[in-house]
């Protein structure tokens, strides 16, 4: 496969073949059952809110929506980084989609662990490979949304964690180019988009002004 502005390739192929499996059966009970997922210091961030617009966004990011396994078992569960990738324009903030290489749905770039980086720089990879974004992860981890991944042996359970990207550029070469279209919106107009509807609310959620706890 091609490389990324660092020479840095995906490490393993697009669908379940190489992806590592990990079992994920006490992180989806928390998760399911609503709990906080952030770190002390984002939490305390809600504290700090002195508006009740800030204090809305942040309590939305701190509790975790329920997740589907999607007709699976826990111990089938993959784990997916996910970059959300975000400019503002004229002083309004988009959404970069990009379309899935089979059925060309509308998504946000993600793909499975690298050996050796952590999940914010392989969110990072996964943008510059398959939209083509120079940038970087900006604040921590939004949450997680599932979905499921449909390949040669039928439907896979997956959870992805979104980390937010703030693009300085699009480039015109990169190495999923001719595969994919991309596409800036809105927020509204991105959450309507895509199919999952644990993404479409943290696009909705999503204020970079919160610091990436919101968005």
């Known amino acids: 496969r091609s490389l990324g502005p660092k020479g840095e390739g995906k490490a393993a192929e697009q669908g379940q ?34 508006t009740t617009s800030q204090r809305a966004r942040l309590r939305r990011m701190t509790t975790q929506a329920p997740i589907s396994l999607n007709g699976g078992q826990k111990d089938d569960l993959r784990i997916q980084f996910a970059a959300l ?7 309004k903030l988009q959404i970069l989609l990009i379309t899935s290489r089979g059925s060309k ?31 970087q992860v900006r ?46 919106c809105s927020r509204r107009k991105a959450a309507r988009l895509v199919d999952a509807p644990d993404l479409a609310r943290l696009i909705r959620d999503f204020d970079p002004r919160s610091g990436g706890l919101a968005g």
Do not use: N
């Open 17 to 50: 073949k190489g992806a590592k499996s990990y079992h994920f059966g006490s992180i989806f009970d928390a998760l399911r059952g609503g709990k906080c997922i952030w770190s002390d210091k984002d939490c305390r961030a809600r504290v700090k809110a002195k």
């Open 85 to 91: 990738c975000w400019r503002r324009k004229r002083g």
């Open 105 to 135: 749905r509308w998504i946000i770039p993600k793909g499975w662990p690298m050996d050796g980086k952590t999940p914010a720089a392989s969110a990072l990879v996964e943008a510059w490979e398959e939209g083509g974004v120079v940038g």
């Open 139 to 184: 604040g921590q981890c939004l949450g997680v949304y599932s979905y499921a991944k449909t390949g040669g042996d039928g439907a896979v359970p997956c959870l992805a964690m979104l980390y937010p990207v703030k693009v300085k550029t699009l480039a015109k070469q990169f190495p999923e180019k001719g595969q994919r279209k991309r596409l800036w």
